[in-house]
């Protein structure tokens, strides 16, 4: 156990570089996610959970591997803010017919690591093991816009004129992307 004083971290360089390291991840996650930042408590918890997936240098096994003496398969691991359906069936439904799915975004995993957070279209958290994770052109669709948007705002803001900036930007042929993952 090492001890620091107290409003100096410089003295405590490991936990700060750690704490470097989620943070940097954190921004990466929501930048890429598209998620807004009231979720940052969210996504640093799944941030951890991601980098605790990580094999250290000199042990080989992830501190996860250590503290459950098992391993996740990676492809366990979702994008965050990928599209998914869900299953949701209201206690007491008894109709064939209702409506029992919606529809949400992976907002991270839960504490032991049986089900997905899921962040549905009217903001509510939920749990589920049940998911069917839609095409990766949800996420793509919707970076293609924000590139777009600041291609366009870059051309704007250019002081050379006669150079043509192409607004296209490739798509990934994500036809083939369907997975149902019943746990």
Not at 7 to 28: D, F, H, M
Not at 109 to 129: A, F, G, H, Q, W
Not at 153 to 168: F, K, L, R
Request: aromatic share 8%; net charge negative; hydrophobic share 35%.
């Amino acid at each position: 156990t090492r001890y620091s004083d107290a409003y100096t971290p410089q003295q405590n360089g490991l936990a700060e570089r750690y704490n470097r390291t989620i943070i940097k991840s954190v921004r990466a996650i929501l930048k890429d996610s598209g998620l807004p930042l009231n979720f940052w408590n969210e996504i640093i918890k799944t941030s951890t959970l991601t980098l605790n997936q990580i094999p250290g240098h000199k042990i080989k096994r992830s501190p996860f591997e250590l503290f459950k003496n098992r391993s996740l398969p990676l492809d366990y691991f979702k994008p965050i803010g990928l599209r998914v359906a869900f299953r949701d069936l209201p206690e007491g439904t008894n109709s064939k017919l209702a409506q029992v799915g919606q529809l949400g975004r992976i907002l991270g995993y839960n504490d032991e690591l049986r089900s997905y957070k899921v962040l549905t279209d009217n903001r509510k958290i939920i749990n589920s093991k049940h998911l069917k994770f839609l095409d990766f052109n949800s996420l793509i669709s919707d970076k293609n816009e924000d590139l777009k948007l600041e291609d366009k705002m870059e051309e704007e803001n250019s002081p050379s004129e006669g150079i043509e900036v192409e607004e296209t930007i490739p798509s990934i042929d994500a036809d083939v992307v369907i997975e149902v993952v019943d746990c």
